[in-house]
């Protein structure tokens, strides 16, 4: 049988403040790609910072979820949605270096979709091993929230965005090697960017099944908690 606890104002704050910080943080990294060169892969064809901070959205979620419910998840995926974006227009209103309206819209729309995907792939797996609804969800959220995100901030189609707010066009619809490996195939860099950061995500989620655990014995040990 599947228990939850009630879901206190200071909880919900954690939470909403741990998914703002981390949603907002991660719009800022995504512009700026690892400019490292390791084994010959130019590893800036490949990844942006926002890829090794964005899985812990996910992380935030499920920890939600399993302690107080998808209702409560919902809640704290909406609030934390809203405060991740309003406060990086704030900051773009003063320094448009900080962010792009167009990475703010190919953000909110991606994270909305995948988080409340993640939430109800997690509530139907919640009975299963400890590590199944964690992994599944978070793969599957991350699947589709890195098509979304890269598609709308990146791809030419989505140009017309940009122009919507006078600014030019921050398309990356310009041809380079596939994951950096090799010249001899080649692909436009918003979609080697989706690749890389997808399968640093997934790496990311894997290591982040630890802290869940441990976080997940915290939930069991304590008093009236109520797991699945």
Do not use: C
């Amino acid at each position: 049988m599947t228990v939850t606890r009630s879901f206190s104002v200071a909880s919900f704050a954690i939470a909403v403040l741990a998914m703002a910080i981390v949603v907002a943080a991660s719009n800022f990294l995504v512009q700026f790609p690892v400019e490292h060169v390791v084994g010959g892969i130019n590893l800036a064809d490949t990844l942006t910072w926002g890829a090794f901070t964005y899985p812990i959205a996910f992380l935030v979620t499920d920890l939600t979820n399993r302690r107080f419910g998808p209702a409560a998840a919902r809640k704290v995926v909406a609030t934390g949605f809203v405060v991740a974006i309003v406060v990086p227009m704030v900051f773009w209103a003063f320094n448009e270096a900080f962010t792009t309206p167009r990475i703010l819209i190919a953000s909110g729309t991606a994270f909305l979709v995948a988080q409340l995907l993640d939430v109800t792939i997690f509530d139907r797996l919640r009975r299963t091993t400890w590590w199944k609804a964690p992994i599944v969800s978070s793969l599957i959220g991350s699947v589709v929230d890195t098509l979304l995100f890269f598609g709308i901030a990146f791809a030419a189609a989505f140009a017309f965005i940009d122009g919507l707010f006078g600014m030019e066009d921050g398309s990356l619809a310009f041809p380079v090697p596939f994951l950096g490996i090799s010249d001899d195939t080649q692909t436009l860099l918003w979609v080697s960017l989706a690749v890389g950061d997808f399968l640093i995500k997934m790496l990311v989620a894997v290591a982040l099944l630890a802290p869940y655990r441990v976080v997940l014995g915290l939930f069991q040990a304590a008093p009236n908690g109520r797991m699945a």
